[in-house]
């Protein structure tokens, strides 16, 4: 119980513990896991019509330019990610990486242009390392302030835009990334087109008082279902997408992670703002040249599930070990287990057999295109 004590709760605990949650201790907060339906039905929700998440654990932070020129921001910003910031207009949002001195990703975030500032959520596990190494690296140009008092909703799936439209009904002109304010349920939220998923969604950053009454108008709506951590992760794994400390950390790079597509022509070799930013040189190398192994989708034979952090093998006898599965588990939507991991280029295409370790077996594993589904993104 001691445990459970020292947990921080969001803005929705008391919400969580009234429909029925079963909690789970999970980035220092006592956090949903699933609801009564359960993970295998609050996942088919999402995929087939909305899913309510709270993700109020996530770091919210503004970061302002001293000068008040949004640019200094943007060219703050860019000397710790190796994304296009400057480039990114108005009213819309891009999916970046911090990266360390070896190349390697210290967190995975989003950076959103507000105009006359940046607004940026990362991960909850980091929060409290990626504020300080903001304010040490850009501290001087720049006001970093973490906000502890705002909640974070993600509502998921391809019903999720009527259901929103029947409180703010321009929400349907979004586009995939576009990043909005408004009203909802009288209360004033900023709003991205976006989620991890692999669905159509959005997620809805607004003041933590108000979180609870938005939250109960959208479970109101009979196409919304409360989805806890335990679906959202099978979702992001169908989908491809990598779960920061499992799929991608300080020893995995960018390009490893099968993350170049995050990395525009402007940063890279030969573009205007090329390099500047920590593990410039590893990187843009790798993505010259290619990196010695890669991320790769895995589906397992038979219905047994292969987790983290099961030994991959090129021979069924396990004599060479080649890699490691970072994520797995069972895909309720293609109804057999998925996972992701990492192997040698030259065992990374799709068709591949590999084997992976399970209680002492060598299991068949192929290695597989991601993502496992196709994703339902608002372009």
């Known amino acids: 119980m001691n445990d459970h004590a020292e947990l921080k709760t969001t803005p929705l605990h008391a919400l969580h513990l009234e429909l029925g949650a079963r909690m789970v201790p999970f980035a220092g907060y006592d956090m949903p896991v699933q609801y009564p339906a359960g993970v295998l039905k609050e996942h088919l929700q999402t995929r087939a019509a909305t899913g309510l998440f709270d993700v109020s654990h996530m770091g919210q932070v503004i970061v302002r330019a001293r000068s008040g020129d949004n640019a200094d921001a943007a060219r703050a910003l860019e000397s710790l990610v190796p994304v296009d910031v400057l480039g990114l207009g108005e009213g819309r949002q891009r999916y970046a990486l911090f990266t360390d001195e070896n190349g390697g990703i210290l967190d995975d975030l989003m950076i959103a242009n507000r105009g006359d500032h940046f607004f940026v959520v990362v991960n909850a596990a980091c929060k409290q390392a990626d504020v300080a190494h903001m304010v040490k690296r850009i501290g001087d140009t720049c006001e970093i302030t973490l906000l502890d008092d705002r909640a974070l909703l993600a509502l998921q799936g391809p019903r999720s835009v009527d259901v929103l439209a029947e409180l703010w009904a321009d929400v349907a002109h979004m586009r995939f ?13 900023i709003i991205t087109r976006s989620g991890y998923s692999g669905e159509d969604g959005f997620e809805i950053s607004l003041p933590a008082i108000y979180a609870e009454d938005v939250a109960r108008r959208l479970l109101e709506h009979p196409d919304v279902q409360p989805v806890g951590l335990g679906a959202r992760d099978s979702l992001r794994l169908e989908a491809g997408l990598c779960l920061y400390g499992n799929d991608i950390d300080r020893t995995t790079s960018p390009v490893e992670a099968g993350l170049e597509w995050a990395i525009q022509k402007v ?3 030969g573009g205007a703002r090329a390099g500047g930013f920590p593990g410039a040189a590893r990187i843009l190398d790798e993505l010259e040249h290619g990196a010695a192994r890669r991320r790769v989708g ?3 034979e038979g219905k047994a ?7 991959l093998f090129a021979d069924p006898e396990g004599r060479e070990e080649i890699g490691r599965v970072t994520s797995g588990g069972f895909g309720p939507s293609v109804e057999g287990p998925v996972a992701m991991g990492y192997l040698p280029v030259d065992k990374a295409a799709p068709g591949t057999l590999v084997h992976a370790e399970v209680r002492g077996k060598y299991l068949p594993v192929t290695v597989a295109a991601l993502p496992f589904i196709t994703p ?3 372009r």
Do not use: I, N, S, T
């Open 298 to 300: 895995l589906k397992p």
């Open 376 to 378: 339902g993104y608002k």
């Open 267 to 269: 940063r890279r070799k």
């Open 177 to 189: 990334m576009d990043v909005a304010e408004c009203h909802l349920h009288d209360q004033p939220c």
């Open 305 to 311: 599930p292969v987790r983290a952090p099961a030994a």
